[in-house]
């Protein structure tokens, strides 16, 4: 090949800025109970996450009930696929099928139609026995014998298909159930079991980015969160989770006779019970949607998603004052909870508390965190800017985890600089924030410390806050009525 250059080349280099790796600004991760017995593989459900882009995979993976005082997780389910109609969700059931059951049962039913209606809810298909009622019994096969399937409301119809089951006129089922009511909140809040190396509840929070390539930024947990050790057990998963992102916490105040059972009483429970975290929105009382009761952290979550997700991602913009989807508050006890703006702003949001108020339709009320009004600091107080600030930094890990281990130089420097001072003027451009810009600043970056191979990088970042009082003067001006009677001459 000649080595003499005469003519003209071009070469390909690699692009100088990093690429973004994008973080969905409100992926909610919800921890609870699910009518696993349903599912398509009840043993195959308990104490993992799963991600679900719409009901019908919901349904098929954790089962699904109305039934939401003890299947917590449909409560979101409903919320997020029925009402706001986003995705994806990540949930954690930790209803178990080996542990939290009722005890066997025997119960002998009539056959009609060549079929027996066993009018029971969370039984466990292949714990069903079906045999004849005389004695000795008949014992008959599954899919042989008999097909047992789920009706809508969760109870069991056997199908018999063989002529010796069929021709009988009653047969007797036993059967074992779920028990829900078995699940107790430290099962919510899970452990790690150093012999085994299995965890359980929450400690799953930690390996959702690994399993499912995704960020969980909003942790709930419905039917549950009103305990304040489960709010604070979240509270802490939030605030590193993988060992690299941040996450904010929708939690509900317990409204139950005793609590926080009206508005008056917000303030005194939330202040002893620990709500007070600037990673948690607390929330109060619970929600209705015609007949259906369900906490307020599922449809606050589920909206916040939406929002997000209309924004392109972004979760910038404050809840306050946005369209829900209810049609009533209710308290835990069923009691219908009234308020006026003046109750909503002087019992809930002047103490962090988010709730609703229906002004031309219910509208989502309150813009502080829990950390109000123990801290007015914007970063803390402001519930867009809280939340875009974990998304910001959760992007900023993203994108330039890629660079650890990377030779410390200027080009490299200059590489996060540029790379994620182009994020941050699309932030702005987009009206997301109100400005940012980063820096590598050498006073910062001592030699010792560059030696030690640590740098440090610095960023600051506007953002808007919400206009959550506006007010404006009216006065009478005679010289306007003047100047009218006057047909408007000098």
């Given amino acids: ?25 409100c992926i909610q991760c919800i921890v609870g109970t699910a009518p696993i017995n349903l599912a398509k593989d009840p043993y195959d459900t308990v104490n993992k996450p799963f991600m679900f882009a719409n009901k019908s995979a919901a349904t098929a993976g954790l089962g699904y009930s109305t039934d939401f005082k003890n299947y917590t997780l449909c409560q979101s389910m409903y919320a997020s696929f029925d009402v706001f109609a986003v995705s994806p969700i990540v949930m954690i059931n930790v209803l178990d099928p080996k542990k939290h059951v009722k005890a066997e049962l025997s119960k002998t039913y009539e056959v009609t139609n060549k079929r027996v209606r066993i009018d029971e809810a969370g039984i466990l298909l292949d714990k069903l026995k079906i045999e004849s009622a005389g004695e000795p019994g008949t014992v008959y096969e599954a899919e042989e014998d008999y097909v047992a399937s789920f ?35 430290e099962d919510v809040i899970g452990s790690y079991d150093v012999a085994t190396k299995k965890r359980t509840g929450m400690e799953l929070i930690g390996r959702i980015y690994q399993k499912l390539g995704i960020v969980p930024t909003l942790l709930l947990a419905p039917g549950w969160s009103h305990i304040p050790a489960v709010n604070l057990a979240l509270n802490a998963k939030a605030k590193l989770i993988s060992s690299l992102f941040t996450a904010k916490v929708i939690s509900d105040l317990d409204s139950s006779e005793g609590k926080a059972d009206s508005a008056e009483n917000v303030r ?8 007070s975290d600037r990673d948690t929105i607390a929330v109060w009382p619970m929600v209705g949607v015609g007949e259906y009761r369900y906490y307020f952290s599922a449809q606050l979550a589920a909206m916040m998603e939406y929002m997000a997700g209309s924004n392109g991602g972004v979760p910038s913009k404050s809840p306050d004052n946005k369209d829900l989807k209810i049609t009533g ?29 229906n002004m031309n339709g219910w509208k989502c009320w309150g813009s502080n965190t829990a950390a109000y009004p123990g801290s007015s600091d914007p970063v803390d107080r402001w519930i867009n800017i809280a939340t875009i ?17 990377d030779l410390t130089s200027y080009r490299m420097t200059d590489e996060v600089v540029s790379g994620y001072n182009m994020q941050l003027n699309g932030l702005q451009g987009s009206g997301d924030i109100a400005g940012g810009e980063i820096i590598f600043d050498h006073e910062e970056n001592p030699i010792t410390e560059i030696l030690n191979g640590h740098i440090k990088f610095h960023t600051r970042i506007g953002g808007f806050i919400p206009a959550e009082n506006i007010e404006n003067d009216f006065e009478f001006d005679p010289t306007i009525t003047e100047a009218a009677l006057r047909g408007g001459a000098e």
């Fill in 151 to 185: 009706n809508s409301d969760g109870t069991v119809t056997v199908a018999l298909i063989s002529t010796a089951a069929a021709a009988e006129t009653s047969l007797k089922a036993t059967y074992v159930q779920i028990d829900p009511s078995a699940v107790t909140y």
């Fill in 389 to 405: 600030f974990d998304y910001i930094q959760n992007n900023f890990k993203l994108t330039f985890f890629q660079n650890v281990g």
């Fill in 1 to 25: 090949m000649s080595n003499y250059d005469h003519g003209i080349s071009t070469k390909l280099l690699a692009t100088n800025i990093a690429v973004p790796i994008k973080s969905d600004g």
């Fill in 268 to 275: 005194e429970y939330k202040d002893k019970s620990a709500y």
């Fill in 329 to 357: 508050l209710y308290t835990a006890d069923g009691e219908e909870a009234i308020m006026d703006m003046d109750e909503a702003n002087d019992y809930l949001n002047a103490c962090g508390v988010v709730t609703a108020i």
